[in-house]
């Protein structure tokens, strides 16, 4: 693919096949991703890349520990609930995302099921773990270049024609990953990166997200025209 074909054509895919993702596929795409910037070359960046049963049992460990009323323990913050216009962005796409799942609003059992896919990581055949290193650990920097590494991981696997959607979902129940990933105590977990092959059939595969003009984004300064 070229460039822009990646980033244009790009969309967070919720919906997956069950066919297997070759290791040797997916350490070419964290092999591209690492080439991410980071602050000062710190890479500060590991992953954990988890398929088959351990991954099986940190969807049932995660969905079971959220579905009981275990209060969530998030390693990274998360900060304040999303308000004004940021919070409508996030309505935005909840609403496209139902409308193309044919979830009413009043209909509680499928918006309850949607959100218990994003707790099982979407089934996606696939999880990517993305932790940083403890010592880094309230370096403002350190977020920001993993969310640089994440992104590029996602345009990668889109260029191998796999699908991705970074979430925070699957990493709720953070004692239940650390123990079926592995994950070292010297390891902060950041996000996770549910990963595969597009399921085509998937209606929320179709939705392409709306993004704000660059007119609004962006100030220009000291330019003629």
């Known amino acids: 693919m070229q460039f822009d074909d990646v980033i244009l054509g790009r969309r967070s895919i919720r919906g997956y096949k069950p066919?297997?993702?070759?290791?040797?596929?997916?350490?070419?795409?964290i092999g591209l991703a690492m080439r991410a910037p980071s602050s000062m070359n710190t890479q500060p960046w590991n992953f954990y890349v988890i398929t088959g049963e351990p991954l099986d049992r940190i969807r049932a460990g995660n969905t079971e520990r959220m579905a009981a009323g275990i209060p969530q323990?998030?390693?990274?913050?998360?900060?304040?609930?999303?308000?004004?216009?940021?919070?409508?962005?996030?309505v935005g796409v909840a609403k496209q995302l139902f409308s193309?799942?044919?979830?009413?609003?009043?209909?509680?059992?499928?918006?309850?099921?949607?959100?218990?896919?994003?707790?099982?990581?979407?089934?996606?055949?696939?999880?990517?773990?993305?932790?940083?290193?403890?010592?880094?650990?309230?370096?403002?920097d350190t977020p920001f270049d993993c969310g640089a590494v994440a992104t590029a991981l996602v345009n990668a696997a889109w260029s191998r024609g796999l699908g991705a959607v970074i979430n925070s979902q699957g990493i709720m129940q953070s004692p239940v990953v650390r123990e079926h990933a592995g994950i070292a105590d010297d390891q902060v977990i950041m996000k996770s990166i549910a990963l595969g092959w597009p399921d085509e059939t998937f209606p929320a595969n179709a939705v392409v997200s709306e993004r704000k003009s660059v007119e609004e984004a962006t100030v220009f300064v000291g330019f003629d025209n």
Request: hydrophobic share 35%; charged share 35%.
């Open 19 to 29: 066919d297997p993702v070759p290791k040797a596929l997916i350490a070419e795409i």
């Open 73 to 90: 323990s998030r390693e990274f913050r998360t900060g304040q609930a999303f308000a004004g216009k940021h919070r409508d962005r996030q």
């Open 100 to 140: 193309a799942m044919g979830i009413e609003r009043d209909n509680k059992d499928k918006r309850q099921d949607w959100v218990l896919r994003g707790f099982r990581q979407f089934d996606a055949p696939v999880c990517v773990i993305i932790t940083y290193d403890r010592v880094l650990d309230g370096s403002d």
